[in-house]
């Protein structure tokens, strides 16, 4: 049963990067079949789909976020990371990171919230 | 890319049917059938509830069934009941290569 776990800072300051890394476990994600993708969910609000990578690192962004965000694949850590940079408090939400195969997340991780704020 | 369109609620009564619209445009919803729901609930990270239009994941209910026409993507719950109060949310794949949400549906057991 493949898992997925994010980690990092829960507050990051305006204009800095947000930086998150998911860990996979109870599978490889050097498989060919799926993609590992970031989402995000601000307080009360709806999922946005943020970016997918494919383990080859082929990435694929949300068009209204390209400019600023990284998804990259660490293989021999088994996880993978987004980077958000010149964040504002807009960005606040709860960020999950998700592993996709057939077009459906199937796994999610249990999300994190990162607050923007000085 | 736009968000696609759901109604903010649906309500019904235990042992009711109801059905969730997704509307998006040939670029997504309608050019593909990359279409799936997702279940929430409060404090929980989303569940796959229909994938590809209309296919369910093993260990989900056949009280859920999902289809398509046109535009517009449907998932429909039969036989509701207390549990399935959630948001559900739609997804589709694009033109662009991309994913979009939609905008989500808060479903009420009366």
């Known amino acids: 049963q493949l898992q997925l776990q994010e980690s990092g800072p829960g507050l990051v300051k305006p204009s800095e990067t947000l930086s998150l890394t998911c860990i996979v476990s109870g599978g490889s994600i050097s498989s060919s079949d799926h993609f590992w993708g970031w989402i995000r969910q601000p307080p009360g609000k709806g999922l946005e789909w943020i970016g997918n990578?494919?383990?080859?690192?082929?990435?694929y962004y949300n068009p209204s976020l390209k400019s600023r965000v990284t998804i990259s694949v660490d293989r021999s850590k088994n996880q993978f990371s987004l980077e958000l940079s010149s964040v504002t408090p807009a960005d606040t939400a709860v960020y999950y990171c998700?592993?996709?195969?057939?077009?459906?997340?199937?796994?999610w991780g249990q999300g994190t919230l990162v607050t923007v704020s000085s | 890319q736009s968000a696609l369109t759901q109604p903010a609620s649906v309500s019904g009564s235990p042992g009711q049917s109801i059905t969730i619209s997704c509307t998006g445009t040939s670029s997504d919803v309608g050019g593909y059938n990359y279409v799936s729901w997702y279940q929430q609930h409060p404090g929980k990270a989303p569940k796959v509830m229909i994938y590809g239009v209309s296919n369910r994941p093993s260990g989900v209910s056949n009280r859920f069934s999902g289809s398509k026409s046109g535009n517009t993507a449907s998932l429909t719950i039969s036989g509701l009941q207390a549990e399935d109060e959630a948001d559900y949310y739609c997804s589709s794949y694009t033109s662009s290569t991309t994913y979009v949400f939609g905008t989500g549906t808060k479903v009420t057991v009366l």
């Open positions: 998700a592993n996709y195969a057939w077009g459906r997340a199937d796994y």
């Open positions: 990578i494919y383990y080859s690192g082929s990435t």
